[in-house]
């Protein structure tokens, strides 16, 4: 435990590099933490809402005067 508390720093960067592909540290001969790199991150797909989100037509129209005033909007 304690060596793996000194040398953290070159540790992760053993998995960083891909030297290693997991670190186990163990106290006491038990294994009682595991060091991984991270998961792939899946790559993100455009377009998964389509159709499935809706904007009314006024959605850009300005606020009703009196809504307006209600959130602080003066009137002209």
């Given at each position: 435990?304690?060596?793996?508390?000194?040398?953290?720093?070159?540790?992760?960067?053993?998995?960083?590099?891909?030297?290693?592909?997991?670190?186990?540290i163990?106290?006491?001969?038990?294994?009682?933490?595991?060091?991984?790199?991270?998961?792939?991150?899946?790559?993100?797909?455009?377009?998964?809402?389509?159709?499935?989100?809706?904007?009314?037509?006024?959605?850009?129209?300005?606020?009703?005067?009196?809504?307006?005033?209600?959130?602080?909007?003066?009137?002209?």
């Open positions: 435990m304690h060596d793996a508390k000194t040398n953290l720093s070159k540790l992760v960067a053993a998995l960083e590099s891909g030297e290693v592909s997991e670190i186990q163990a106290r006491s001969g038990r294994t009682v933490a595991r060091l991984l790199p991270p998961a792939a991150r899946a790559r993100r797909k455009p377009g998964r809402l389509a159709g499935r989100i809706h904007m009314a037509a006024d959605f850009d129209d300005a606020l009703p005067p009196e809504l307006a005033e209600a959130f602080g909007a003066r009137r002209r």
